[in-house]
């Protein structure tokens, strides 16, 4: 009998419940009589979070390196390169003895408003799921695991921990599921994070179809589901479904309703082996792979970050080939940030960098001496213009032959917890950019930005490199750039829209208090704006570089397709500039005429080529049955649709270069009847106003209401916020309020304290149960019949409820 059969068989009921929950924030459980070891987890995704002290989950953690963040890392479209930070980080976390990395993160970017966006790949599935493969790859060839999140549709960070998100299961399966099927297929992760928010009417915790059907039977993953933390709702529930591991570690009898669940037959005991099987799996694999006096080489792992973070840069712009600059170019770098870089988002994924390189600073190291000049340009805050700092710029770029003006969003706009309000950049940086150009037309713009923002001065500018959060390196990365020791190659993973009014969820994000309605379906991000063919900003998969590229002679490893075959596709590329360079080759399919309704393009396939000048290479790319396939809620199952389909080989989705076409013969013996859907979404309209009809003809049912009404019943799950109307509700805000005011400190405007007022007013009545403490799910359920004027019932129940946490 193996090790973990033998100590499966030794544990009792109640020590088997307790390893479904954490002995505290960051580690599991032991069992010291059987050698069961407590493992340690920790937030990432791109660098290691361990904090310093456990119990403060948004203190200050321990140096690591800080590498680019997933928007930056998805756009060097280079599957290599992050493998290759994974397992960096893995290295990280070897040093640190930590065993599980809680990332990365394989979300969708629904909109560019979500405030986490820049923890998250892109709006296409395809592209994050191989993104996220490779992270884990890299991390876990460490013998360290990662927790592969948020699973799923967490797309919003608004009411997250509540949220119902109501979507048609052609865009569920198509679009926010097939990202995470991608990397758990193609790479294993020890473990999937289950998220907070509810998928039509279930909480992701609780939900049997996505944790057991879909992640364990059909996708085969091995590994364990745990909660994001403070995303358990019912323990008992959530077990039956297949979540495993409840984090973190509280004091709330969650383990022993599992024991009792047990005992009075409402939960086999072979369900909680099962449970109790794959973590004891999981905790002896990561004991295993402990390297106790491993350490890793920060110079070397700070060289990489520098790398990373020139791969994920995209030049957006380059009229008249202004960049790169020579060494002896006279140029006034304009704007805070170059030398007070905002270079990574805001919450759980904060990292505390061993190093911080300054873009100033690595400019200087680049350029002729006394070729540079400064002007801070905009205030820290940056809301208002500021006169005599722009009049400063405005002379310094008069004085230079070139104007470099770094500017971005501050930290304060992209925070966990917190939605973008809008996409503008602080109005005093748009002043400054405006003014800048006026006074030198030959002005680069420098972005900061962890998603997309509005550029009302595009026009006015020369050259535009979009660098992302780029991490610690990021300012030598740019640096690298600007002065042409590198050779950009990024390609944006997510559309630039004109305005925030012109993405497809602008009128349903972030959704009323208690529903989000995803009516745009397949249609996100250059889904809908090359289907609807909307002007945007930036196309979808766009990038620039200092030399130039010809595509040509397109071939088919066949035209007519039988019985799922595969397909290859081959073409040549060359580089026809002057230096080396790489060429992301993006292949998208277009079903010509399909009875369901469906986008114009959609991405399969993408290859990233590195060319000297002059040099041609033959790229090939392999799509398998799937690239043709669209879900059929019908029979719950994926299949293609007999036809002819184009295959688009392009430089972005808007830069088509090649085309050719193949035909896709039935499968002998499978009927094909896909549903065509509502002629709405066959003719989508452009400004993507969807009526509520149409939906719920999709749906194939009515929709929940979207908002919380007066004199409705309270719940478990009802906010602080919405429970003003009753007075102990709002004896309880002010609770909150003391808590968290105590936890903020004296400035109220920092990203955390954000984070935590957003939790203050948005949390579920449930998250009392963080606070430890002997809080239970009886004892709040006690509170709400109290809340909800029943207050005989709810003294009985808290009565019960309090006798039982003593016992």
């Known amino acids: 009998m193996d090790q973990v059969k033998d100590t499966l068989s030794q544990l009792t009921l109640e020590e088997k419940a307790s390893l479904c929950s954490g002995r505290d924030m960051w580690h599991t459980k032991e069992i010291e009589r059987l050698g069961v070891p407590s493992i340690m987890l920790a937030d990432g995704p791109h660098g290691l979070r361990k904090q310093t002290h456990p119990d403060d989950p948004l203190g200050e953690s321990v140096p690591a390196t800080c590498f680019p963040t ?12 992050i493998q290759e930070v994974g397992a960096a980080l893995g290295e990280e976390a070897l040093q640190e003895g930590v065993s599980i990395i809680l990332g990365p993160g394989c979300n969708i970017k629904r909109s560019p408003l979500c405030g986490r966006n820049f923890e998250y790949f892109s709006e296409d599935p395809y592209l994050s799921g191989e993104m996220a493969t490779s992270h884990i790859r890299g991390v876990q060839s460490k013998g360290i695991g990662t927790a592969l999140k948020h699973f799923a549709a967490n797309n919003q960070e608004r009411r997250r921990m509540s949220i119902n998100a109501v979507i048609d299961e052609r865009a569920l399966h198509e679009i926010y599921l097939r990202g995470f099927e991608i990397a758990v297929r193609g790479a294993q992760p020890w473990a999937v994070m289950s998220a907070y928010n509810q998928i039509n009417g279930t909480f992701c915790s609780e939900n049997a179809e996505l944790l057991s059907d879909l992640l364990k039977r059909k996708w085969g993953h091995e590994g364990i589901v745990l909660t994001d933390w403070g995303a358990m709702n019912q323990r008992v529930k959530a077990m039956h479904a297949g979540c495993e591991l409840e984090m973190p570690g509280l004091d709330n009898g969650n383990d022993a309703l599992l024991t009792a669940a047990v005992r009075e037959g409402r939960l086999d005991e072979s369900n909680l082996n099962r449970a109790v099987e794959r973590l004891l799996t999981l905790i002896f ?60 988002g805001a919450g759980s994924s904060y990292i505390n960098p061993t190093r911080l390189d300054h873009a100033y600073d690595e400019m200087e190291k680049l350029a002729a001496p006394n070729s540079l000049s400064y002007a801070p340009g905009y205030t820290p805050r940056g809301d208002l213009a500021d006169a005599d700092l722009i009049c400063e710029a405005m002379k310094a770029a008069r004085d230079a032959e070139v104007a470099v003006v770094f500017a971005g969003l501050p930290e304060r706009y992209e925070v966990e917890g917190l939605d973008r309000e809008h996409m503008r950049l602080p109005r005093g940086q748009n002043d400054l950019i405006e003014a800048v150009a006026a006074s030198n037309p030959q002005t680069v713009v420098v972005l900061s930005n962890g998603s997309p923002v509005e550029m009302p001065w595009v026009g006015r500018v020369s050259s535009i490199l979009e660098g992302y959060l780029g991490g610690q390196a990021s300012g030598g990365g740019v640096a690298d750039i600007l002065y042409g020791e590198f050779n950009p190659g990024g390609k944006l993973p997510e559309t630039f829209p004109l305005r925030q009014e012109d993405n497809p969820s602008y009128q349903h994000f972030p959704g009323g208090t208690k529903t989000v309605e995803y009516r745009e379906s397949l249609y996100v991000g250059y889904r809908f704006y090359d289907s609807v063919k909307k002007d945007v900003l930036f196309p979808f998969g766009h990038g620039l570089s200092y030399t130039t590229f010809e595509y040509s002679r397109l071939s088919f490893s066949a035209e007519t397709l039988r019985d799922r075959e595969p397909l290859s596709v081959s073409l040549q590329v060359r580089n026809t500039g002057a230096i080396t360079g790489a060429e992301v080759v993006q292949l998208y399919v277009h079903d010509v005429e399909s009875t369901a309704f469906c986008p114009q393009k959609e991405l399969k396939g993408f290859e990233k080529v590195v060319l000297q000048p002059g040099q041609a290479a033959e790229v090939c790319i392999n799509l398998d049955w799937r690239a043709f396939a669209c879900y059929d809620p019908a029979v719950k199952a994926w299949g293609v649709e007999p036809g002819e389909f184009d295959i688009l080989i392009g430089a972005s989705s808007r830069d088509i270069r090649l085309t050719g076409r193949v035909t896709v013969m039935p499968v002998e013996g499978t009927p094909c009847a896909f549903a065509s859907g509502p002629a709405a979404y066959h003719s989508f309209p452009e400004d993507a106003d969807v009526l509520r009809e149409d939906f719920e003809a999709l749906l194939g049912r009515t929709l929940p209401p979207a908002e919380f009404t007066s004199g409705e019943a309270y719940t478990i799950n009802t906010s602080i916020e919405d429970m003003q109307n009753s007075v102990l509700g709002r004896l309880l805000g002010r609770i909150m309020k003391r808590r968290i005011d105590a936890m903020i400190g004296p400035d109220p405007d920092t990203p955390n304290a954000l984070l935590l007022q957003a939790v203050a007013a948005e949390a579920p009545l449930r998250t009392f149960m963080m606070a430890g403490n002997g809080i239970t799910y009886a004892l709040l359920e006690g509170l709400v019949l109290l809340i909800n004027g029943k207050i005989w019932p709810g003294l009985k129940a808290l009565f019960a409820a309090r006798k039982a946490v003593r016992r």
């Open 70 to 81: 997933a928007s930056a890392l998805a756009a060097s479209w280079d599957r290599a390169l």
């Open 285 to 344: 694999r990561a004991q295993e792979n402990r390297r106790p006096g491993f350490t890793y080489h920060p110079e070397a792992h700070h060289a990489l970050a520098r790398r990373a973070a020139a791969e994920g840069a995209v030049l957006l712009k380059n009229s008249s080939g202004l960049l790169p600059l020579e060494r002896d170019t006279r140029v006034a770098v304009v704007g805070r940030f170059a030398k007070e870089p905002r270079f990574q």
